[in-house]
């Protein structure tokens, strides 16, 4: 049975951090890209930014860019999701999702989901 596992979501300030964490089981983890996307209140869940499963290619969405860094372990089953810079625009339910093989940069294409994390971040 395949478990993804997010962790390390809360409330900061305007600017601060918080790094997000997505423990895999059930899976060779080695042979999934992986992928964090956001929901807000009310609107779609939507892309963040996704890992190919050799670590080899990484994506981020326009709103993300030069603020959040993903990456993962392997040796973990882990992918994080390194926030920076965080605007209240960036409240949301973060989810990890896994994709076997090939990278993906729409939730369509995910197999696996985690069950969020909550990220307030407050002005």
């Known amino acids: 049975q395949v478990q993804l596992v997010e962790s390390g979501g809360g409330l900061v300030q305007a600017g601060g951090s918080l790094r997000l964490s997505c423990a895999a089981s059930?899976?060779?983890?080695?042979?999934?890209?992986m992928g964090w996307f956001r929901q807000a209140p009310g609107k779609e869940r939507e892309f963040v930014g996704a890992?190919?499963?050799?670590?080899?290619?990484?994506s981020y969405a326009d709103s993300v860019k030069g603020r959040f860094t993903i990456s993962r372990d392997d040796a973990k089953n882990t992918v994080y999701l390194q926030m920076n810079s965080l605007k209240p625009g960036d409240t949301a339910v973060y989810y990890c999702?896994?994709?076997?093989?090939?990278?993906?940069?729409?939730?369509?294409?995910?197999?696996?989901w985690g069950q969020g994390t909550q990220v307030t971040v407050s002005s």
């Open positions: 999702a896994a994709k076997k093989l090939s990278y993906g940069l729409t939730k369509l294409e995910y197999d696996y």
């Open positions: 890992i190919s499963w050799r670590g080899s290619r990484i």
């Open positions: 059930g899976l060779t983890f080695s042979t999934y890209s």
